[in-house]
């Protein structure tokens, strides 16, 4: 059986049948553990915490108050979820077992905070925070936050320590946003922008310039966006211009179904609402008329590989081969005509064997004549 030590400096504690009140000064010492089962309200201290603080419950638990308490070690095993009031902030781990955090996503200065070099470990689909996630002191951090069923992290990368940042998920159309006092209407956008998701965006406070990582699934229908995720960027809603505006793509990987794609730098706060966009086509018109291409990788020396015409006038390049299900299953920055028919990445049933036969879709950006082209290939085995 774990052994507890709860140390009281003063207090003046009123349990209920559903809720323990702290209105004095709660410490749990180092090696201490604590479990809650009922509520906790908070109006007193509870923040010198260097021990484990666990919640456990199989319906849902809340935790309020006028003051936040700072937990060391956190835990949460509650079937319905644990809902938070107030602020609840972590210092060293919080560790997801069973059951979401909830926060009120009208309540931007609610959340679970992160201090630090704090951490979490566990999280999942049914296992994530559903409202706002914070940092405090970070740098860099993946905010674990989802809707009920979906964990849909967002990852920031900041130029310096953030003294305070604030992330949540929504999975709606922002075009009717539940609780935002604007709408932010999809057709609104700069010229360089094609299409805005109208199925999800993240709402990310913080003053920092930042990179951000935002991901995708298959309830995101990225399809929508662009044939292609090579097409894909990041957008956020200005609020000075009062549209979407173009964030840039400078890492894009995955496929359609499941991916990620990261953001050039901006600063958070100069946006309402960020989400996931189509690109209009950066490249100049086309100079250069390419193929479709037809290949037999059978090892007779004759359309063994795929060679792409005029690669040696951009030997800077990037070239993405996608089956017919729009899976990529092929991907070479510099590509000088290596193609074999053998897919590097994706679902292989059998890699020495190769790709089986059929159309294969492919990109090539030919990057120092600033020209883009798309096309066909056809393996025959």
Partial sequence: ?????????FTNILIAQTS??????????????????????????FDQNTGLVGFYNEDTL???????????????????????????????????????????????DVGLNFLNEAFYIGESNITLINGYGHITGKESFTFPVGDDNRLRTLTINSTKVNALAKCAYFYEDPNFPSIFNSVFDTDSKD????????????????EIPSTVTLTWDSFSNINLLGEFITELTVVGWSKTEAQWINLGGSEVKGELMFGSITSETFIPNDFEIITIGGSNDIFEPKTIELANYFMTPNGDNKNDFLVIDAIEESPN????????????VYQKENYNNEFNGVADRGIIINKNSGLPSGIYFYIISL????????GYLYISR
């Fill in 317 to 328: 390049n990037t070239l993405q081969i996608y089956n017919r299900y729009g899976l990529l």
């Fill in 367 to 374: 990057n120092d004549l600033k020209l883009k082209h798309q």
């Fill in 191 to 206: 010229l360089d922008i094609f299409s805005v998701s109208a199925i999800e965006f993240w709402k990310l406070e913080g």
């Fill in 62 to 108: 809340t935790i309020s108050g006028a003051f936040s308490p700072v937990f060391y070690d956190m835990e949460i095993v509650v079937n319905n979820g644990l809902f938070l009031n107030t602020t609840v902030n972590i210092i060293n781990n919080n560790n997801f077992i069973v059951g979401n955090i909830y926060t009120p996503k009208e309540q931007i």
């Fill in 20 to 45: 323990f009140h702290n209105f004095g000064n709660i410490q749990v010492h180092e090696n201490g553990q604590v479990g809650f089962h009922l509520n906790l309200s908070n109006d007193g201290t």
């Fill in 1 to 9: 059986m774990k052994q507890f030590s709860l140390f009281v400096l």
